[in-house]
């Protein structure tokens, strides 16, 4: 998920990944993970477009 190749474990419920933590692990990251690891959870499980936009003279118009 990230550059430094962290050492993690994922906690999974029902077929869905519910929280990223670090593993210890002290020749990587020791018992620390990155920001973009840590949050990678959120960006994937969250959709936060629901439909395609255009935005014209500071408005946002939906495209159909």
């Not at 840590?38 to 014209?56: A, E, G, H, K, V």
Request: positive net charge.
């Amino acid at each position: 998920m990230d550059s430094l190749a962290s050492s993690v474990s994922l906690g999974i419920a029902h077929n869905k990944i519910l929280r990223i933590i670090p593993l210890l692990n002290e020749s990587i990251n020791e018992e620390w993970i990155t920001n973009k690891a840590r949050f990678t959870l959120d960006s994937l499980s969250n959709q936060r477009l629901n439909y395609p936009n255009i935005r014209l003279r500071d408005r946002l118009f939906i495209i159909s």
